[in-house]
């Protein structure tokens, strides 16, 4: 079986929604545009909504369900969300939806595929991340996330290719124009992941065989793509890493768990396609 293809469609504080396919398999992870707006996406990768076999949704924030409704409706794919998420979808949605209780460690199995839950911490009724197996593969999906906590670090070990959040840049956030009360939301331990803790992680990540990263769920108030990209670039880049085709010459060898291996790092577009290869 080739290998699974993933794409976010849609990638910031406004609007989040991710495509893979895998063998039998094609499904959704969040639905946070509208229905048109995600099968207008489809179909530039060759799927459409009809085609979509389940939407696993991390947690209720309106960037992450916009469209959920109108899919249900016309669509009727079965929605997988943790419980209080769930109870929120339930009395939000317009029509009877097939909805199923995602359990934090108890993974879904489709064909070819399993999608696990991983508990995050933010500040939704319920929220998760994905570990996804995909053959002899592991994908991880995290975004939303206040901290790194053990639980998302664990839920990370081992995955080959990895879409991570890189909310905002600290400066950018605190100097801007968004209330106080905001700042110390998105700054909390249940708030978002910013550039600097991403990039933290990325060098311990492909110490451990993480091969392929794509930085997402950018604000596009308190960040900007070059911005996220530079903070994880360099620091993968200082620990030894070749990253893109490049390296800086003088920097020690990566002390890596087995065989070192160029690194692919890109940043999800707002609302254009990014495949994570
Ligand atoms: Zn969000
Ligand atoms: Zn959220």
Redesign the pocket.
């Known amino acids: 079986m080739s290998e699974a293809k993933i794409y976010t469609l849609f990638s910031s504080?406004k609007g989040?929604c991710t495509y893979i396919k895998h063998g039998r398999d094609e499904f959704l992870i969040d639905c946070?545009a509208s229905a048109r707006a995600i099968e207008n996406a489809l179909a530039m990768v060759g799927s459409s909504l009809a085609d979509i076999k389940a939407i696993f949704i991390?947690?209720e924030?309106s960037?992450?369900i916009r469209g959920l409704s109108t899919v249900c409706k016309y669509f009727g794919t079965p929605v997988y969300a943790p419980s209080a998420s769930l109870c929120y979808i339930d009395s939000h949605i317009a029509c009877a939806a097939d909805l199923r209780e995602l359990k934090s460690g108890c993974a879904v199995e489709l064909f070819d595929s399993a999608v696990c839950p991983v508990a995050t911490p933010?500040d939704a009724l319920s929220s998760v991340g994905f570990r996804i197996r995909v053959g002899n593969e592991i994908i991880g999906y995290y975004?939303?996330i206040g901290h790194l906590s053990e639980g998302v670090l664990r839920g990370l070990a081992g995955c080959r290719r990895v879409v991570i959040e890189s909310n905002h840049d600290i400066e950018m956030l605190k100097n801007g124009r968004y209330p106080y009360s905001l700042k110390q939301r998105i700054l909390g331990d249940r708030g978002?992941l910013s550039n600097r803790a991403c990039a933290s992680l990325l060098p311990h990540l492909a110490r451990h065989g993480t091969e392929s990263f794509v930085l997402a769920?950018l604000s596009e108030e308190n960040n900007r793509p070059e911005t996220a990209f530079r903070e994880s670039f360099v620091a993968l880049l200082e620990k030894g890493f070749t990253v893109n085709g490049e390296r800086i010459t003088d920097a020690p060898e990566p002390d890596c768990v087995g065989e070192i291996k160029e690194l692919r790092l890109r940043v999800a577009s707002p609302c254009g396609i990014t495949e994570l290869k």
Request: glycine fraction near 8%; proline fraction near 0%; hydrophobic fraction near 0%.
């Open positions: 504080s989040n946070g991390t947690h924030h960037d992450h933010h975004t939303d978002h769920h």
